[in-house]
């Protein structure tokens, strides 16, 4: 349907777009569009994945975080930086980014992402 864009013109129309606030009128007809659309019967609507499939789709797309207590010399793994960050008590963005530079978290644990 339509026509293709160039990637010049995608650019053009996202900056025309940025920043642009919408009425409380045109949220409310956004909103109503978005309710029509749920419920639209795909070949998947009304059903849902066995628990065999979720936890194989669990396993592929999530991550091994690994949890390195540098004064002890032990470590511990978690599936995902939520039950890492949840072990550490730390929020996931604070968990992120302390993964991201290699610094150690408290002066105590270095966080690191296991390649599978």
């Keep these: 349907m339509g026509t293709k864009q160039t990637e010049e013109a995608k650019e053009l129309i996202s900056k025309a777009l940025k920043g642009r606030l ?10 109503e569009v978005v309710k029509l659309r749920q419920g639209i019967k795909t ?10 499939t979720r936890t194989r789709i669990s ?3 999530s991550l091994i975080v690994k949890v390195t207590d ?8 978690f599936r995902g930086n939520a039950q890492a960050a949840k072990y550490l008590k730390i929020g996931e963005f604070t968990l ?7 610094k150690l978290l408290n002066g105590k644990y270095l966080i690191s ?3 599978i």
């Design 59 to 61: 396993v592929t797309k």
């Design 96 to 102: 992120r980014r302390y993964k991201r530079l290699g």
């Design 70 to 77: 540098v004064k002890m010399g032990t470590y511990k793994t």
């Design 113 to 115: 992402n296991v390649k």
């Design 22 to 31: 919408f009425s409380t009128e045109s949220k409310t007809k956004m909103q």
């Design 43 to 52: 070949s998947f609507f009304g059903k849902s994945h066995t628990v065999e």
